[in-house]
């Protein structure tokens, strides 16, 4: 009944690191300010705090709250079970003693208990799990495989043994319940200290000589105090759940105590001749607490962890999308033209992550989408592609496909075009691979989706594309898992799937960054080689001039949720226009300019505090009142050539040039 | 696999030990404090008495002899006499108690889990949506209610009031096949509506988990449709944590069912232990606690097994 408690939140690898669009369109707020106003701001939390307050009055000020003695019945109504009344609140018991006074003597005997086994827990599974997660090594093994043998046990029985070795009481079947418990906390502790003895920064610690002591108080245990309050919440739950059991079945508290599991073993044997009601006053308390520190302990996760409240199924809306009144590109094989993207945020007011972009490629073509991370390049690309994620949404623009409008198709038609005439390529090559299935079958999956091919064929069409991305031994990679795979081959398996149903487009959102070198080269090629034999056309996005210089055709550079310029590749490495692009130019290691290899002052802003005029004007060194007030329109110089800046003709000559740094 | 499935049997034997040793302390730690010849021979104790029986048990002898001698005894299926009734074998008395246990454990677990999957699943698609959201208020309302409150609920609704079943009572497989199934129902759904919840609540979040995950947004770059990302790419994924659980709560139900059984006065394994905590009879508590162990043991290996199906890593890692 505990057992979810630590392992609900433990299983997110897949989704920390990268950033989500949520992350992107959440508004700056400080963490402590946010988990206390989502608290408070959580009804149920709410009510489960004034609930336990209450619980606590009644546990200090019995007397103050009850209205009869809760041990003295009154022998008239011996055996008549009332329902509740205006004198009896809650009725009474078969020996006349007024259920709302034992069940507000109840609340003491549940905060003893959780007083009790809490105590115990911490006091040995804290120390324990720091101790053998600092140790490491053998020791760790050790401890923790007795303390998994504790755990696995049912705490009931643990709990009936040490009321064995002493005698049936409340105090001793706390102290195994506590005793039980331990082994969750010692299993959370260890695992923070395991985390947190990674961190550099304990590192850099333990170098400059600080005791082992002074790093666990210093760094470890505030660390750790956040989910430990989580677990006091849902294991205090757990551990009243226990006790009333224990109590019930005549283990726990003493025959005669007002403690609700005692009162619910009486109704045990009453409840079918004189009515259910005798269950529900000491039913409902344990009930209501029970919930209350469960829904307290959820409420405190909720307020520190993540919002999920969306995922790669949930299809963004494109039911309001605004028409473009820009034309498209005649005979573009993918063709986006002012394309807005909007997050809504709490305070009602949308967010623009895209305003505006508009690319076009044509066929046999590459197109590169180069700019800094948080510039919009892969959102523009899964816009494209209708996979904006939820609740994001594409408000603006038009999108065409080979001369198809694909702007408002729904899912299912969508589910007919991505995988066959357009393949995709995304980065972190490993986390994209399905850890539970064979490559193989993975590879084969579009080619099953998209063509009346037999699993057979299937099978020996996915083996000739793995050849055909140059994996070694193709026949025996298909049975292997993901998990097998180094980052480069697995990137191969990635293009291999992207190509299976060989589509006019492929789509390589920063296809080589989580690669070495080497390799980067490699998958570069390999994709020029595609393109080549098949004349795929390629949208490659890539915050690397490097690539691009390596493969692009044409370029699109993109600031802050908007394309700022884009034309030829050689244009606009040799004669750029923009400046920032002649800053990403001027940042780039190995460019035209080695002899002033500088940095662009700041870092692209968030959505939310995008400036109003010119997006790139805080950090360019040409910014005038124009550029902090109006914002600049995109500019189309011929077909496929466009700027987005005020001031670029006088800043195109040299002589004016000299007047603008002035 | 049968490599793997070889290595986690064979794992379980520390664990075993381990539990065969803690439930030897236990009459170690009682004796510490008066001894088991004093009870036997009740409150008019002669010394001679105390001492043929001390003898008999063996309680003279050094710590790690008796546990050897204990240790050999229950690997053959020897658990002792009942102290409280000494002409009552152990291991027959539990072999009749154990199976009311069995069944509504089992009955639960199955109920339980499949309920559970299904709802998860459901809640999981939509998230936050009205479905989800009710769903996740009954699962949420339900893990806080014991097994003991729903039984005495069902049996006060289906039992007393419709009389459906009957209140209280067990009928044997053997006896009656219908019979059986009606008679473990109720204190099977019991215990299993909180196993529902526990299942609904780890699901839907491991679920949302996987649906959030790379992989799932790349197979819908590929076309793949929703019921397949969720069925095929994202459920397997997210049984792997979900199962952990689920041993966690089969372990914890094979605890809670002592309650439950009291409620409809089904004389189980949960009766036998209770009896002999109040009784202070030793070996039948030892005995229960080794079957129970056992029964861990069992679901730790199913558990394992599961876990080596579902996630390659850890089947060809080992």
Redesign the interface.
């Known amino acids: 009944m505990t057992a979810p408690t630590g392992t609900t939140d433990n299983d997110s690898p897949a989704t920390s690191g990268s950033e989500t669009a949520a992350d992107i369109a959440a508004p700056p707020d400080s963490p402590r300010s946010r988990v206390w106003r989502r608290l408070f701001g959580n009804p149920l939390a709410l009510l489960s705090m004034i609930w336990v307050f209450l619980l606590v009055v009644a546990w200090i000020w019995p007397e103050v709250l009850a209205t009869r003695d809760p041990l003295k019945g009154d022998p008239a109504l011996q055996d008549l079970n009332l329902t509740p009344s205006r004198e009896y609140w809650l009725g009474t018991d078969g020996l006349g003693r007024d259920y709302y006074s034992r069940v507000i003597f109840g609340a003491g005997f549940a905060f003893q208990s959780i007083a009790i086994a809490l105590s115990i827990a911490i006091g040995i599974g804290v120390p324990v799990g720091l101790f053998s997660g600092w140790k490491g090594g053998r020791v760790d093994r050790v401890i923790m495989w007795c303390n998994d043998v504790l755990f696995s046990l049912p705490i009931v029985l643990l709990a009936f043994a040490v009321i064995m070795i002493l005698e049936p009481s409340l105090v001793n079947a706390m102290i195994g319940v506590g005793i039980a418990m331990s082994t969750r906390f010692a299993r959370l502790t260890r695992a923070v200290t395991l985390a947190e003895k990674e961190e550099l920064y304990v590192d850099a610690a333990r170098i400059t000589g600080l005791s082992s002591s002074t790093i666990l108080r210093r760094y470890i245990v505030p660390n750790l105090l956040p989910p430990l309050v989580v677990q006091f919440a849902l294991i205090s739950g757990a551990i009243i759940l226990i006790g009333a059991t224990l109590s019930f079945l005549g283990v726990g508290a003493n025959l005669d105590d007002p403690d609700w599991g005692v009162m619910l073993s009486r109704s045990r044997t009453e409840f079918r001749r004189v009515g259910i009601w005798q269950i529900i006053p000491p039913g409902g308390a344990l009930v209501f607490t029970i919930l209350a520190f469960n829904l307290l302990g959820d409420a405190i996760r909720d307020s520190i962890g993540r919002d999920r409240s969306s995922n790669a199924l949930t299809v963004s809306k494109r039911s309001s999308v605004k028409p473009s009144d820009r034309a498209h590109r005649e005979g573009a094989a993918l063709s986006v033209r002012t394309m807005d993207v909007e997050f809504p945020t709490q305070d009602g007011k949308p967010v623009q992550i895209l305003s505006g972009v508009s690319l076009a490629v044509q066929p046999g073509e590459t197109l590169g989408i180069v700019g800094e991370s948080g510039s919009g390049k892969s959102m523009t690309a899964l816009s494209a592609l209708g996979l904006t994620p939820a609740p994001g949404q594409m408000t603006r623009g038009s999108v065409q496909l080979d001369g198809r409008d694909v702007t408002s198709l729904s899912e299912k038609e969508w589910q007919k075009i991505r995988g066959k005439d357009i393949g995709v390529i995304f980065q972190e090559p490993i986390a994209v691979l399905n850890p539970a299935i064979k490559v193989g079958r993975q590879i084969m999956e579009p080619l099953l989706l998209h063509t009346d091919m037999n699993k057979k064929q299937a099978r020996e069409r996915a083996i000739e594309l793995l050849a055909e991305v140059k994996v070694p031994d193709p026949a025996r990679r298909m049975d292997q898992y993901p998990h097998e795979f180094s980052g480069g081959m697995a990137q191969r398996v990635g293009i291999a799937m992207a190509l299976a149903c060989e589509p006019k487009l492929l789509i390589a959102d920063e296809p080589t960054t989580a690669l070495d070198v080497t390799v980067q080269g490699q998958i570069l090629d390999l994709l020029m080689e595609i393109q080549e034999q098949r004349g795929t056309s390629i949208v490659i996005i890539t915050h690397d001039l490097g690539v691009i210089a390596e493969v692009a055709d044409r370029v699109i550079v993109m600031y802050a949720g908007q394309g700022v310029e884009g034309g030829l590749a050689d244009d606009i490495f040799d004669r750029p226009k923009h400046p920032y692009t002649k800053a990403l130019l001027e940042s780039m290691p190995s460019g035209q300019h080695t002899d002033r290899l500088t940095v662009i002052p700041g870092m692209v802003p968030a959505p939310s505090d995008w400036p109003n005029g010119c997006r790139f004007a805080p950090r360019c060194q040409h910014a005038t009142d124009l550029c902090r007030n109006e914002v600049p329109e995109l500019e189309v110089i011929e077909a496929g050539v466009t700027i987005r800046c005020h001031h670029w003709q006088e800043l195109q000559s040299p002589a004016t040039e000299e007047v603008g740094t002035a | 696999m049968a490599r793997y499935i070889t290595f986690r049997v064979l794992a379980t034997i ?2 075993l030990f ?2 065969a040793v ?2 030897f302390l ?1 009459s170690v ?2 004796e510490s ?1 008066g001894s088991i010849a004093i009870q036997i021979c009740g409150d008019g104790a002669t010394p001679e008495c105390i001492a043929d029986i001390e003898n008999e048990l063996g309680l003279n002898d050094p710590l790690p002899t008796r546990f050897v001698g204990w240790l050999g005894d229950v690997v053959r299926g020897d658990l002792g006499t009942s102290l409280a009734n000494t002409d009552t074998d152990v291991t027959a008395l539990i072999g009749e108690r154990i199976w009311p246990t069995i069944s509504i454990v089992a009955f639960s677990l199955l109920i339980g889990v499949t309920l559970g999957m299904g709802m998860g699943i459901v809640s ?5 949506g009205p479905l989800d959201q009710s769903l996740s208020v009954i699962a ?2 339900v ?4 097994g ?2 729903i039984g ?2 069902l ?3 289906l039992a ?1 009031q419709w009389g459906w079943f009957d ?1 209280t009572g067990y009928v044997s497989f053997g006896e009656s096949v219908g019979g059986w199934l009606k008679s473990i129902a109720l204190p099977g759904f019991a215990l299993a509506l ?1 196993t529902v919840a ?1 299942v609904q ?2 699901l839907r ?2 679920m ?19 019921a397949t ?2 069925t ?2 994202a459920l ?2 997210a049984m ?2 979900t199962i ?2 689920i041993g ?2 089969a ?2 139900a ?3 069912t ?2 439950v059984e ?2 409809f006065g089904i004389r189980g394994m ?1 009766e036998l ?2 009896t002999s ?2 009784r ?1 009879d ?1 070996t039948v ?1 030892q005995g229960g ?1 080794l079957v ?2 056992l029964a ?1 043991a069992l679901v ?1 290996i199913v558990v394992d097994v599961s876990y080596g199906f ?4 850890v089947r ?1 890692g080992s």
């Open positions: 520390p664990l381990a539990i803690l439930t236990i730690g009682m404090r999981a698609v939509r998230p936050g949420g309302t893990v806080a209610v014991p003991f409150i005495m609920l049996s006060w609704w007393v209140p909180p526990i609540r780890q979040s491991s949302a988990n996987a649906l959030q995950s790379r992989y799932v947004l790349a197979a819908r770059a590929r076309g793949v449709g929703r990302l969720i095929r790419h397997p994924n792997i944590p952990t659980v966690f709560r372990a914890a094979i605890g809670l002592v309650a009291l409620v949960g232990l209770i905590i109040v202070r030793v508590l606690m129970v162990g861990v730790n579902l996630n390659p890593k060809l």
